[in-house]
Protein backbone atom coordinates (compact mmCIF):
# COMPACT_ATOMS: atom_id res chain seq x y z
CA UNK A 1 0.00 0.00 0.00
CA UNK A 2 2.49 2.77 1.31
CA UNK A 3 4.88 2.05 -2.13
CA UNK A 4 1.83 2.23 -4.47
CA UNK A 5 1.35 6.33 -3.44
CA UNK A 6 0.69 7.72 -6.56
CA UNK A 7 3.08 10.79 -7.02
CA UNK A 8 1.24 14.17 -6.23
CA UNK A 9 1.27 17.82 -7.26
CA UNK A 10 -1.05 19.96 -5.98
CA UNK A 11 -2.09 22.22 -8.62
CA UNK A 12 -5.06 24.77 -8.22
CA UNK A 13 -6.38 24.07 -11.19
CA UNK A 14 -7.18 20.45 -10.16
CA UNK A 15 -8.37 20.98 -6.21
CA UNK A 16 -8.60 16.67 -6.28
CA UNK A 17 -4.46 17.17 -6.26
CA UNK A 18 -4.81 19.66 -3.51
CA UNK A 19 -6.92 18.10 -1.74
CA UNK A 20 -5.11 14.66 -2.07
CA UNK A 21 -2.04 16.03 -0.81
CA UNK A 22 -3.49 17.87 1.91
CA UNK A 23 -4.51 14.86 3.55
CA UNK A 24 -0.82 12.88 3.14
CA UNK A 25 0.12 15.86 5.11
CA UNK A 26 -1.73 16.20 7.30
CA UNK A 27 -2.07 12.82 8.75
CA UNK A 28 1.55 12.41 7.95
CA UNK A 29 0.83 9.97 5.62
CA UNK A 30 3.39 7.55 3.45
CA UNK A 31 5.25 10.16 1.06
CA UNK A 32 4.23 13.01 3.18
CA UNK A 33 8.53 14.10 3.58
CA UNK A 34 9.03 13.15 0.16
CA UNK A 35 5.87 15.47 -0.81
CA UNK A 36 7.08 18.40 1.14
CA UNK A 37 10.81 18.09 -0.16
CA UNK A 38 9.13 17.93 -4.07
CA UNK A 39 7.87 21.48 -3.34
CA UNK A 40 8.26 23.48 -5.82
CA UNK A 41 6.78 27.36 -5.37
CA UNK A 42 6.38 29.88 -8.52
CA UNK A 43 5.13 32.83 -7.09
CA UNK A 44 5.21 34.13 -3.58
CA UNK A 45 1.16 33.81 -2.48
CA UNK A 46 0.87 36.06 1.15
CA UNK A 47 -0.76 34.03 3.87
CA UNK A 48 -3.13 36.25 5.75
CA UNK A 49 -4.22 35.21 9.13
CA UNK A 50 -7.53 36.01 10.08
CA UNK A 51 -7.89 35.26 14.07
CA UNK A 52 -10.03 36.44 17.44
CA UNK A 53 -12.37 35.23 19.50
CA UNK A 54 -14.99 33.06 18.63
CA UNK A 55 -18.26 34.30 17.00
CA UNK A 56 -16.29 37.49 16.18
CA UNK A 57 -17.73 37.25 12.67
CA UNK A 58 -13.81 35.46 11.11
CA UNK A 59 -15.71 33.02 8.54
CA UNK A 60 -18.17 35.40 7.66
CA UNK A 61 -14.91 38.30 7.13
CA UNK A 62 -13.31 35.84 5.35
CA UNK A 63 -16.77 35.03 2.91
CA UNK A 64 -16.27 38.92 2.15
CA UNK A 65 -12.78 38.68 1.25
CA UNK A 66 -12.93 36.20 -1.18
CA UNK A 67 -15.02 38.24 -2.82
CA UNK A 68 -13.41 41.08 -3.19
CA UNK A 69 -9.85 39.32 -3.65
CA UNK A 70 -11.79 36.91 -6.11
CA UNK A 71 -10.67 39.00 -9.40
CA UNK A 72 -9.62 37.73 -12.76
CA UNK A 73 -7.73 34.20 -12.61
CA UNK A 74 -7.01 34.46 -8.99
CA UNK A 75 -7.42 31.24 -6.75
CA UNK A 76 -7.94 31.20 -3.59
CA UNK A 77 -7.48 28.77 -0.94
CA UNK A 78 -8.97 28.93 3.11
CA UNK A 79 -7.86 26.83 5.73
CA UNK A 80 -10.09 27.21 8.57
CA UNK A 81 -8.32 26.01 11.61
CA UNK A 82 -10.79 25.18 14.90
CA UNK A 83 -8.41 23.38 17.47
CA UNK A 84 -10.95 24.01 19.74
CA UNK A 85 -13.37 21.35 18.83
CA UNK A 86 -11.58 18.14 18.00
CA UNK A 87 -14.84 16.27 18.49
CA UNK A 88 -17.18 19.20 17.57
CA UNK A 89 -17.90 19.38 14.28
CA UNK A 90 -20.77 21.73 14.45
CA UNK A 91 -17.90 25.03 14.25
CA UNK A 92 -16.64 23.22 11.41
CA UNK A 93 -20.10 22.64 9.50
CA UNK A 94 -20.83 26.55 10.98
CA UNK A 95 -17.82 27.48 8.67
CA UNK A 96 -18.84 25.25 6.01
CA UNK A 97 -22.34 27.66 6.04
CA UNK A 98 -21.04 30.63 6.60
CA UNK A 99 -18.72 30.34 3.36
CA UNK A 100 -20.94 28.35 1.48
CA UNK A 101 -21.62 31.73 -1.46
CA UNK A 102 -18.03 29.98 -2.58
CA UNK A 103 -18.07 26.20 -1.99
CA UNK A 104 -18.71 25.43 -5.31
CA UNK A 105 -16.72 28.48 -7.30
CA UNK A 106 -13.76 26.96 -9.02
CA UNK A 107 -11.47 29.74 -8.00
CA UNK A 108 -11.97 28.87 -4.48
CA UNK A 109 -10.82 26.02 -2.76
CA UNK A 110 -11.76 25.70 0.96
CA UNK A 111 -10.77 23.09 3.77
CA UNK A 112 -11.78 23.30 7.33
CA UNK A 113 -10.01 21.11 10.20
CA UNK A 114 -9.56 20.68 13.35
CA UNK A 115 -5.57 20.28 14.54
CA UNK A 116 -4.16 17.98 16.86
CA UNK A 117 -0.70 17.73 18.87
CA UNK A 118 -0.29 21.41 19.32
CA UNK A 119 -1.56 23.42 22.41
CA UNK A 120 -4.54 25.08 21.59
CA UNK A 121 -2.81 26.06 18.57
CA UNK A 122 -1.70 25.28 15.44
CA UNK A 123 0.54 22.44 14.79
CA UNK A 124 3.72 22.14 12.17
CA UNK A 125 1.20 20.41 10.14
CA UNK A 126 -0.88 23.58 9.83
CA UNK A 127 2.20 25.25 8.10
CA UNK A 128 3.02 22.16 6.22
CA UNK A 129 -0.17 22.73 4.50
CA UNK A 130 0.25 26.05 3.81
CA UNK A 131 3.06 25.37 2.14
CA UNK A 132 1.21 22.50 0.14
CA UNK A 133 -1.17 25.77 -1.21
CA UNK A 134 1.49 27.96 -1.80
CA UNK A 135 3.03 25.33 -3.75
CA UNK A 136 0.14 24.84 -5.91
CA UNK A 137 -0.28 28.23 -7.25
CA UNK A 138 -2.95 29.95 -5.17
CA UNK A 139 -3.02 33.73 -5.06
CA UNK A 140 -4.08 34.03 -1.71
CA UNK A 141 -4.20 31.84 1.34
CA UNK A 142 -6.37 32.68 4.07
CA UNK A 143 -5.88 31.03 7.30
CA UNK A 144 -8.68 31.39 10.07
CA UNK A 145 -7.75 30.12 13.34
CA UNK A 146 -10.13 30.96 16.83
CA UNK A 147 -7.73 33.17 19.12
CA UNK A 148 -7.60 31.14 22.12
CA UNK A 149 -4.29 30.92 24.24
CA UNK A 150 -1.14 30.69 22.20
CA UNK A 151 -2.71 30.13 18.81
CA UNK A 152 -3.06 33.72 17.87
CA UNK A 153 0.59 34.45 18.20
CA UNK A 154 1.41 31.41 16.68
CA UNK A 155 -1.05 32.98 13.73
CA UNK A 156 1.73 35.48 13.43
CA UNK A 157 4.85 33.46 13.12
CA UNK A 158 3.13 31.55 9.88
CA UNK A 159 1.44 34.37 8.21
CA UNK A 160 2.46 36.83 6.29
CA UNK A 161 -0.68 39.15 7.57
CA UNK A 162 -2.12 39.01 10.44
CA UNK A 163 -6.00 40.24 11.13
CA UNK A 164 -7.35 40.51 14.22
CA UNK A 165 -10.89 40.64 14.41
CA UNK A 166 -12.73 41.63 17.68
CA UNK A 167 -16.17 42.90 18.31
CA UNK A 168 -17.46 46.20 19.70
CA UNK A 169 -18.33 44.03 22.81
CA UNK A 170 -14.77 42.97 23.15
CA UNK A 171 -13.89 46.10 25.49
CA UNK A 172 -13.83 44.15 28.68
CA UNK A 173 -10.92 41.64 26.98
CA UNK A 174 -8.77 44.47 25.83
CA UNK A 175 -6.41 43.94 28.62
CA UNK A 176 -5.61 40.58 26.87
CA UNK A 177 -5.18 41.63 23.97
CA UNK A 178 -2.81 44.26 25.51
CA UNK A 179 -0.65 41.12 26.51
CA UNK A 180 0.16 38.98 23.59
CA UNK A 181 -1.94 40.29 20.45
CA UNK A 182 -1.42 43.69 20.47
CA UNK A 183 2.40 42.96 18.98
CA UNK A 184 1.68 40.79 16.78
CA UNK A 185 -1.44 41.96 14.71
CA UNK A 186 -0.73 44.02 11.32
CA UNK A 187 -4.53 45.22 11.44
CA UNK A 188 -7.15 45.08 13.64
CA UNK A 189 -10.62 44.68 12.78
CA UNK A 190 -14.03 45.89 14.60
CA UNK A 191 -16.49 43.81 12.94
CA UNK A 192 -20.18 43.60 13.99
CA UNK A 193 -19.38 47.59 13.38
CA UNK A 194 -23.66 47.92 12.72
CA UNK A 195 -23.79 47.61 16.41
CA UNK A 196 -23.39 49.84 19.26
CA UNK A 197 -20.37 51.37 20.30
CA UNK A 198 -18.37 50.35 17.38
CA UNK A 199 -16.73 54.06 17.28
CA UNK A 200 -16.21 54.33 20.68
CA UNK A 201 -14.17 51.21 20.66
CA UNK A 202 -12.51 51.83 18.10
CA UNK A 203 -11.32 54.97 19.72
CA UNK A 204 -10.15 53.18 22.65
CA UNK A 205 -8.26 50.72 20.87
CA UNK A 206 -6.30 53.06 18.45
CA UNK A 207 -5.14 54.84 22.14
CA UNK A 208 -3.87 51.53 23.86
CA UNK A 209 -2.30 50.64 19.94
CA UNK A 210 -0.43 54.22 20.23
CA UNK A 211 0.74 53.15 23.85
CA UNK A 212 1.91 50.06 23.12
CA UNK A 213 2.97 50.49 19.48
CA UNK A 214 5.93 52.61 17.96
CA UNK A 215 3.92 52.01 14.68
CA UNK A 216 0.56 52.92 13.50
CA UNK A 217 -1.77 50.04 13.07
CA UNK A 218 -4.54 50.10 11.38
CA UNK A 219 -8.36 49.75 12.58
CA UNK A 220 -10.90 48.75 10.51
CA UNK A 221 -14.56 48.86 11.05
CA UNK A 222 -16.51 46.17 9.08
CA UNK A 223 -19.69 44.76 9.07
CA UNK A 224 -18.84 41.07 7.58
CA UNK A 225 -22.46 40.11 7.42
CA UNK A 226 -23.07 42.78 4.63
CA UNK A 227 -19.79 43.27 3.12
CA UNK A 228 -19.48 46.80 5.00
CA UNK A 229 -16.11 48.09 5.23
CA UNK A 230 -14.24 45.06 3.58
CA UNK A 231 -12.96 46.57 0.46
CA UNK A 232 -10.31 48.58 2.83
CA UNK A 233 -9.12 45.43 3.70
CA UNK A 234 -8.81 44.51 0.98
CA UNK A 235 -7.27 47.46 0.29
CA UNK A 236 -4.40 47.02 3.10
CA UNK A 237 -3.74 43.16 1.98
CA UNK A 238 -2.99 44.38 -1.48
CA UNK A 239 -0.88 47.25 -0.92
CA UNK A 240 0.78 44.70 2.28
CA UNK A 241 3.50 42.82 0.36
CA UNK A 242 6.14 44.65 2.59
CA UNK A 243 5.21 43.04 5.63
CA UNK A 244 6.40 39.75 4.22
CA UNK A 245 9.86 41.04 3.72
CA UNK A 246 10.63 43.03 6.72
CA UNK A 247 9.39 39.91 8.91
CA UNK A 248 10.40 36.68 6.85
CA UNK A 249 13.60 36.06 8.90
CA UNK A 250 11.39 35.92 12.02
CA UNK A 251 8.77 34.23 10.53
CA UNK A 252 10.88 31.07 8.80
CA UNK A 253 12.46 31.27 12.33
CA UNK A 254 9.40 30.77 13.85
CA UNK A 255 8.31 27.89 11.11
CA UNK A 256 11.73 25.65 11.68
CA UNK A 257 11.18 26.25 15.10
CA UNK A 258 7.91 24.80 14.78
CA UNK A 259 8.64 21.89 12.80
CA UNK A 260 12.23 20.80 14.60
CA UNK A 261 9.90 20.87 17.78
CA UNK A 262 7.25 18.27 15.94
CA UNK A 263 9.90 16.23 14.34
CA UNK A 264 11.90 15.67 17.52
CA UNK A 265 8.67 14.94 19.15
CA UNK A 266 7.17 12.51 16.87
CA UNK A 267 9.10 9.31 18.22
CA UNK A 268 7.83 9.90 21.93
CA UNK A 269 4.91 7.46 22.70
CA UNK A 270 2.94 8.88 25.38
CA UNK A 271 1.64 5.38 26.50
CA UNK A 272 4.81 3.79 26.52
CA UNK A 273 6.11 6.94 28.11
CA UNK A 274 3.38 5.89 30.70
CA UNK A 275 4.29 2.40 30.72
CA UNK A 276 7.82 3.54 31.62
CA UNK A 277 7.47 5.64 34.44
CA UNK A 278 5.20 2.85 36.22
CA UNK A 279 8.16 0.16 36.01
CA UNK A 280 10.58 2.52 36.89
CA UNK A 281 8.59 4.55 39.45
CA UNK A 282 7.83 1.02 41.19
CA UNK A 283 11.10 0.52 41.92
CA UNK A 284 12.05 2.17 45.75
CA UNK A 285 14.34 5.17 45.56
CA UNK A 286 12.51 6.56 41.86
CA UNK A 287 13.85 9.83 41.01
CA UNK A 288 12.04 11.48 38.60
CA UNK A 289 14.65 13.62 37.05
CA UNK A 290 17.23 11.60 36.86
CA UNK A 291 14.44 9.26 34.99
CA UNK A 292 13.74 11.81 32.55
CA UNK A 293 17.39 12.81 32.04
CA UNK A 294 18.13 9.18 31.32
CA UNK A 295 14.53 9.22 28.47
CA UNK A 296 16.07 12.53 27.02
CA UNK A 297 19.34 10.92 25.92
CA UNK A 298 17.77 7.85 24.68
N1 LIG B 1 -24.58 41.86 13.36
C1 LIG B 1 -23.55 41.29 12.74
N2 LIG B 1 -23.42 39.94 12.80
C2 LIG B 1 -22.36 39.37 12.20
C3 LIG B 1 -21.40 40.14 11.48
N3 LIG B 1 -20.47 39.30 11.01
C4 LIG B 1 -20.80 38.06 11.40
N4 LIG B 1 -21.96 38.09 12.10
C5 LIG B 1 -22.65 36.93 12.71
O1 LIG B 1 -21.91 36.49 13.82
C6 LIG B 1 -22.03 35.06 13.97
C7 LIG B 1 -20.66 34.42 14.06
O2 LIG B 1 -20.01 34.56 12.83
P1 LIG B 1 -18.81 33.61 12.36
O3 LIG B 1 -18.32 34.15 11.08
O4 LIG B 1 -19.19 32.20 12.40
O5 LIG B 1 -17.76 33.86 13.54
P2 LIG B 1 -16.35 33.13 13.82
O6 LIG B 1 -16.59 32.16 14.93
O7 LIG B 1 -15.44 34.21 14.28
O8 LIG B 1 -15.91 32.49 12.55
C8 LIG B 1 -22.84 34.60 12.78
O9 LIG B 1 -24.16 34.43 13.20
C9 LIG B 1 -22.71 35.72 11.78
O10 LIG B 1 -23.82 35.81 10.94
C10 LIG B 1 -21.58 41.57 11.44
O11 LIG B 1 -20.79 42.31 10.87
N5 LIG B 1 -22.68 42.07 12.09
MG1 LIG C 1 -15.33 30.51 12.10
Same mark, same amino acid.
Given at each position: ?????????????? @???? #????? &?????? !? %???? /??? =??? @???? #????? &?????? !? %???? /??? =???????????? &???????????????????????????????????????????????????????????????????????????????????????????????????????????????????????????????????????????????????????????????????????????????????????????????????????????????????????????????
Amino acid at each position: MESSLPYIKPDAAD @FRSV #ARALT &IVENDL !A %GSGE /LLK =SLT @FKNN #APIIG &ITGPPG !A %GKST /LVN =SLINSLLTGENK &IAVLAVDPTSPFNFGSLLGDRIRMAAHFNHPGVFIRSLATRGSLGGLSAKTIEMTDVLRAAGFNYILVETVGVGQSEVEIAGLADITLLVLVPESGDEIQNIKSGLMEIADAFIINKADRADADLFANNLKKIIHQNRAEQIPVFKTIASTGGGVSEVTSFIFKAPHLKNKRKAYLLAEKAFKIIQFNRMADIDKKRLQEDIAKASAKPGFNFYRFLEGYQKN
